[in-house]
């Protein structure tokens, strides 16, 4: 009887399916893209009165609580 590991990536058809992947020219660019949106995302967690600045420009009022159902 063959007992497989818990985990065996080189004995898993999929691993190599996925190595493939992550390798095509699409990968690279879905990985630019990301990058292009999580790093201003990321810059923007640090400069609250930016993300403040967006409210204002709605003029909506956040001050008041929101009604009870």
Known sequence: MFIRPS???ELNAVEFLWAHVKRTPASVALDQL???VRNPLKR????PHVLDGFLAKT???FDHPPPSP
């Open 7 to 9: 985990y065996a990536p």
């Open 34 to 36: 990301e990058a292009a």
């Open 44 to 47: 923007l967690q640090y400069r």
């Open 59 to 61: 003029r909506l009022a």
